[in-house]
């Protein structure tokens, strides 16, 4: 096959709807390429409202059983989930090295991260405690039980093609809930490889869809069918706000995962070797393309010069941009057109506003959706990169005097995903910490996404939490039983 994976049947060019492989009601289908070249991989269904609107209410009867299901049933089926995960990891990186562009190496670290979830909440599950509470008469007894939603339904992204998934079906299926998925039309064939590996693990038919299409049709019938209990999206904070909007109608339960403007303060006392370390793992990962990326570096006066040169030595020195899969390669090519545009027109802002050039800038001699990683000195507050999620290898430095300010300067966005600094000063470890409007912070560490810690927004950033032992609250309801006469 093109995509030369082991196993060939990982490569859908259909739906996973209802427990069996389909076509859109049209027959029309949507093309998809990778992005380092151009080249087609594939092509998608291009399912709308009545495929959709199909997923959901076959979901609905596989709830009559799955919610009966024992917890332990929902564990083990979620742990073969895993399994299958971790044995086609290859071929798994591989479809989405294709398909997304991110390095291969990085591709398979999604997958185990991505995998990490289906075994979180295979052991979560069977932890969905309640609660006994001492009554205030004396008759009554008090009990509180978690119990399933009902059917979910989730849009993801395309930065993590794999991760945001099983983020959200790991604990949705724990908690007895089945998922109507819609992934990005940029990565579907991840998307769909997963189902495949869920129906081999034995998930239930109608427990688990995967649709491609029309996002907004898609989106529409999710929001408006009254079986439909909780939204989970991770993406833009425009399309949160259209969805939040529309899951008014029927008061659904919602998760938004939202966008970020994360800054990473670096104070004068701290490691700067190691600040340097965690920025560059912060800000490139998935070459600047995840919500949690460092946006603005935010450097002391006193360290401002050693920092950025030592931050550009690190860059020159360390990153390599390519083709995905030459060995080597850590900085990808971008998703799209619109991507390299949105990078370039961030750059020239900054520069006509009094940014310092510190290294790249030029456009990348690979052509195409390749960006040349690049660091400017001396941004300020009214530069669109300082305002607006980058969301690619380009980056830059605001200067400051006191902790106070520092802290004004990173709380001066609507947005509050992830934040970062780097201090020894443990009164100022705190002091800062608690000060910082924002969901996750990086404490002397620039990698945060964990499955064990709540992955989770303030602000415009989003609601909910994922992941850890919060995760699964999102997919259940507390009912309290007061138990009279006793
Ligand atoms: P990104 O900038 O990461 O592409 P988007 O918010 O545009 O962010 O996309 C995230 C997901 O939301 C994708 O699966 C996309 O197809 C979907 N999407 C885009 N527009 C809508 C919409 N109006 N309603 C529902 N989903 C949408």
Redesign the pocket.
């Known amino acids: 096959s093109k995509t030369q994976l082991q196993d060939t049947q990982l490569f859908r060019e259909q739906c996973y709807l209802a427990g069996a492989w389909a076509s859109a009601d049209s027959g029309e289908t949507l093309e998809v390429t990778n992005p380092a070249n151009g080249d087609v991989l594939g092509h998608v269904p291009v399912m709308g409202k009545a495929e959709t609107t199909r997923a959901i209410e076959s979901a609905h009867e596989a709830f009559q059983l799955w919610r009966q299901t024992t917890a332990s049933e929902r564990s083990d089926i979620l742990r073969r989930w895993y399994e299958l995960m971790m044995a086609h990891q290859d071929d798994l990186g591989r479809l989405m090295t294709l398909e997304q562009g991110k390095p291969l190496p990085e591709a398979k670290g999604e997958i185990a991260y991505a995998a990490s979830f289906l075994k979180w909440f295979a052991e979560e599950a069977p932890r969905a405690y309640g609660d006994t509470i001492p009554g205030s008469k004396a008759d009554q007894h008090i009990l509180v039980i978690k119990q399933p939603v009902g059917v979910s339904a989730a ?5 993590f093609p794999a991760a945001m998934i099983t983020r959200k079906a790991g604990a949705a299926l724990a908690a007895g809930c089945p998922m109507v998925v ?5 990565t579907p064939f991840s998307a769909l490889a997963l189902a495949e590996l869920a129906e081999r693990a034995g998930v239930p038919q109608g427990v688990l869809s995967v649709l491609t299409g029309k ?2 049709e ?3 019938a999710m929001t408006h069918h009254p079986k439909v209990r909780k939204i989970s ?4 904070t ?3 706000r ?2 939040m909007r529309q899951s008014a109608e029927n008061i659904q339960k919602i998760s938004l995962e939202l966008g970020g403007n994360a800054p990473f303060i670096v104070f004068d006392d701290a490691d700067l070797d190691k600040a340097v370390e965690g920025a560059i793992a912060a800000k490139f990962r998935n070459t600047g393309q995840t919500c949690v990326c460092v946006n603005r570096f935010i450097v002391q006066e006193g360290v401002y010069e050693t920092f950025m040169t030592k931050l550009k030595h690190a860059m020159e020195a360390q990153l390599v941009t390519g083709d995905g899969f030459e060995s080597g390669v850590n900085q990808a090519a971008l998703i799209n057109t619109a991507a390299v545009d949105k990078v370039r027109e961030h750059l020239e802002d900054a520069l006509s506003k009094g940014a310092k050039l510190l290294t790249g800038g030029e456009p990348h001699p690979l052509g195409g959706h390749y960006v040349t990683p690049t660091l400017l000195a001396e941004i300020t507050s009214d530069m669109r990169i300082a305002k607006e999620e980058t969301f690619g290898p380009l980056t830059g430095a605001i200067r400051f005097r006191t902790e106070e300010e520092a802290i004004e300067i990173a709380n001066d966005t609507p947005f509050g995903l992830a934040a970062y600094f780097y201090s020894q000063n443990i009164h100022r470890v705190w002091r800062v910490a608690e000060g910082l409007e924002s969901g996750m912070i990086g404490i002397n560490e620039g990698l945060i996404s964990n499955v064990a810690a709540p992955f989770g927004g303030v602000k415009a950033s989003g609601l909910g939490r994922e992941g850890s032992k919060y995760g699964m609250d999102e997919y259940m309801e507390t009912k309290y039983l007061c138990m009279g006469g006793a």
């Open positions: 849009i993801t992204p395309w930065n819609k992934p990005a039309s940029e996002s907004s898609i989106g529409e999206f991770t993406g833009s425009e399309v949160g259209i969805l």
